[in-house]
């Protein structure tokens, strides 16, 4: 079989799938083999929604791999300035977003974001791993709103003396 014709009849395929209604169980639930939604994020459903609010006086770099589960994030968030970072949602669980790590990169210095579904129904965690001196701390967290991070100045590490 040539290439082209491979290819003709995997466009009729794929035509013919998206063409065809989809099997519905019948309590009127998700298709088959799809797992009903467990819980209802709200605006987090179809990734999580995290606001930055870089209250310092220098740049937020936001940088990510596509296994990060990001689906955009701005390049630069100015100091004074407000930036908003999209995950992605999970392939796995219709409704529910996507586990996603994001590096922050401010002054020099890498803290990472992340952002993951717990076991239970709408349970999650968002932590920031940072360096010194910046302070990350969530004015917001709510399963069914956007997530709202402020970044403030902090103190430096203090050394200990021996």
């Known amino acids: ?20 209604p989809l099997h519905v169980v019948g309590d009127g639930g998700p ?17 999580w929604r995290v606001i930055v609010r870089n209250l310092t006086d220098q ?6 791999l596509g296994s990060d589960m990001v689906h955009r994030a701005p390049r630069l968030i100015a100091p004074g300035a407000t930036g908003v970072v999209k995950g992605k949602p999970d392939p796995l669980r219709r409704g529910s ?3 996603m790590k994001l590096d922050l990169c401010i002054g020099g210095l890498s803290n990472l974001l992340v952002v993951s579904r717990g076991p ?20 917001a967290l709510a399963p ?8 403030r100045p902090g103190r430096p590490p203090q050394s200990r003396a021996a």
Request: aromatic share 14%; with cysteine.
């Open 59 to 64: 740049a937020i770099a936001p940088w990510y």
């Open 1 to 20: 079989m040539a290439i082209g014709s491979k290819l003709a009849a995997a466009g009729e395929f794929i035509h013919k799938e998206l063409a065809t």
């Open 120 to 139: 239970g129904r709408g349970k999650f965690a968002a932590d920031v791993y940072g360096c010194p001196p910046w302070d990350f701390g969530f004015v």
């Open 31 to 47: 298709p088959e083999g799809r797992p009903r939604p467990v819980f209802d994020w709200g605006r987090n459903a179809n990734g």
């Open 97 to 99: 977003p996507a586990d």
């Open 144 to 151: 069914h709103r956007p997530l709202i991070l402020a970044v």
